[in-house]
T-cell receptor, first 115, second 116 residues
Framework: AQKITQTQPGMFVQEKEAVTLDCTYDTSDPSYGLFWYKQPSSGEMIFLIYQGSYDQQNATEGRYSLNFQKARKSANLVISASQLGDSAMYFCAMRASGGSYIPTFGRGTSLIVHP | GAVVSQHPSWVICKSGTSVKIECRSLDFQATTMFWYRQFPKQSLMLMATSNEGSKATYEQGVEKDKFLINHASLTLSTLTVTSAHPEDSSFYIC????????????FGPGTRLTVT
């Protein structure tokens, strides 16, 4: 079975500072993908970044980077130079071959960016 | 690219009536779509996996006769909430897998259903 754990229900960050959102995962599959999604107050989920289990380098997409530590089974999202528009819920998710690639989501972290 | 639309964005219906929600992939073909339900301040709860041309696969605990899913084409999946009751009031979201091969999902904007 696949499991995603996000232990931070809420995070606060000052505008222009960096913030790390934690995500740990559990799977016995050697092949899996890890994803981060953003959900603003409007409700629409937005795909941010992907990390494959065989990727040697950490993924980056603009101000988003994924700190992938495979041995620790963690896939933390780092947002650099936070902006007010980054205030949202953030969900970590996984798809693995053993789970028939059915997506598994964490409980989410609410990020609030202060001016 | 990879835009998913969902209609309606919100709906209010009376108890006992049925409501149909449409999910369309606008610029790509989606062989697989997912339907989720989300309660306030909670994560997404997967209801079912919708595969084009075949029956949907429902998650444990989801009533397939109440939540009818049809995936008639590569760009359209529908969720019909039959004989809706107030406890069915929720935010329903659909998603489609992207075509890049990595398994990312593109989500519709969601439908807020209120049953009175």
């Amino acid at each position: 079975a696949q499991k995603i754990t996000q232990t931070q229900p809420g995070m606060f960050v000052q505008e222009k500072e960096a913030v790390t959102l934690d995500c740990t995962y559990d799977t016995s599959d050697p092949s899996y993908g890890l994803f981060w999604y953003k959900q603003p107050s409007s409700g629409e989920m937005i795909f941010l970044i992907y990390q494959g289990s065989y990727d040697q380098q950490n993924a980056t997409e603009g101000r988003y980077s994924l700190n992938f530590q495979k041995a620790r089974k963690s896939a933390n999202l780092v947002i650099s130079a936070s902006q007010l528009g980054d205030s949202a819920m953030y969900f970590c998710a996984m798809r693995a071959s053993g789970g028939s690639y059915i997506p598994t989501f964490g409980r989410g972290t609410s990020l609030i960016v202060h001016p | 690219g990879a835009v998913v639309s969902q209609h309606p964005s919100w709906v209010i219906c009376k108890s006992g009536t049925s409501v149909k929600i449409e999910c369309r992939s606008l610029d790509f073909q989606a062989t697989t779509m997912f339907w989720y339900r989300q309660f306030p301040k909670q994560s997404l709860m997967l209801m079912a996996t919708s595969n084009e041309g075949s029956k949907a696969t429902y998650e444990q605990g989801v009533e397939k006769d109440k939540f009818l899913i049809n995936h008639a084409s590569l760009t359209l999946s529908t969720l019909t909430v039959t004989s809706a009751h107030p406890e069915d009031s929720s935010f329903y979201i659909c998603s489609a897998s992207g075509t890049s091969g990595i398994g990312e999902q593109y989500f519709g904007p969601g439908t807020r259903l209120t049953v009175t």
